[in-house]
């Protein structure tokens, strides 16, 4: 009979667990939290060297914007992408980390809208996609939601506008889509742990909520999309962010500016909010812009 071999750690189905002997980009190491793992914060980009085998991992992708408003209401932005596995497999060598960025509510192009993907070797979350802008104001391109890790929240354009989809099934949801009503605000982006919420009124409609995980030691739910911006109209309000980071929608109205949508929380991907509608073109908002993402390893 072969000898039963002891001391060494393995994880799920047999493969060893990894180990790690260098990092760059000055992540945050943990010893403390949950004790006999040590827990590798990535907030930047940079790289891991590990031997090949299992470790817990959290990579979640930079939150879209909320699109511009050009006196429109405007949908809530989708969260990145999520994933989570507690026995990932991993490469033995060095393996680049990246964090993606949110997008910009104040950006003036769909691209700059969209939240960046997040990476962990070949472990890669899409960035969330934009809510719906402008909605065909006079003189502006219309601009409808985007597809994404989560996906942008709809609004309304001479009808319905549907949200954005989620492009890895898995890893996010759809923002909501808008039921056709010209008198209603827009939609919620889509969230990690829900679709986001459909318009059913003047107010704006909330962003999906996000997925709670402890792998830090501590439940931090992440990935909530953004709320989508209040009709245009005394008193309508945004829609809340999704738990998990989501930023608000602003109000609507028709007598003032409107206000720029809630930013998504930093390192929680989350969507930002969209703009709220004036109905007059002069009166311009910003979307709020996307949550940065975040890349943590756990070893042990």
């Keep these: 009979m072969s000898p039963l071999l002891t001391g060494f750690p393995f994880g799920a189905g047999g493969v060893p667990k990894a180990t790690y002997s260098a990092t760059t980009g000055s992540p945050t190491i943990d010893t403390a939290s949950r004790p006999g793992k040590t827990i590798i914060k990535f907030t930047g980009s940079g790289s891991i ?5 299992t470790a817990e991992v959290l990579v979640v992708a930079g939150g879209a914007a909320g699109a511009y408003s050009y006196g429109n209401d405007t949908g809530g932005g989708g969260a990145g992408g999520y994933y989570y596995n507690a026995s990932a497999v991993l490469n033995g060598g060095t393996l680049t980390v990246t964090v993606g960025a949110g997008g910009n509510g104040a950006g003036t192009t769909q691209v700059s809208y969209l939240g960046n993907a997040s990476r962990l070797d070949n472990i890669i979350c899409q960035g969330g996609g934009s809510g719906t802008g402008n909605l065909g104001a006079s003189g502006f391109p219309q601009i409808t939601a985007q597809p994404g890790g989560s996906g942008g929240g709809g609004s309304y354009s001479s009808g319905s506008l ?22 209603y605000g827009a939609c919620g982006g889509g969230g990690a742990g829900a679709v986001g919420t459909a318009s059913s009124s003047a107010a704006g409609a909330a962003g999906g909520t996000g997925a ?3 792998i830090t030691g501590s439940s931090v739910t992440y990935a909530g999309g953004g709320g989508g911006g209040g ?7 945004g829609g809340a962010g999704g738990t998990g980071g989501g930023g608000a929608g602003s109000a ?3 007598s003032a500016p409107v206000s720029a949508g809630t930013s998504g929380t930093a390192n929680t991907g989350g969507g930002g909010g969209g703009a709220g509608g004036s109905g007059v073109t002069t009166y311009q908002a910003a979307g709020g812009s996307g949550g940065s993402g975040y890349v943590i390893v756990v070893i042990g």
């Design 49 to 53: 060297t590990t031997t090949a085998g």
């Design 212 to 214: 709670a995980n402890s």
């Design 252 to 254: 609507g109205s028709s």
């Design 231 to 237: 009709h245009s109209g005394a008193a309508n309000a």
């Design 162 to 183: 549907p949200g954005g989809a989620a492009t890895v099934s898995g890893y996010g949801n759809a923002g909501g889509t808008h039921p056709g009503t010209s008198t």
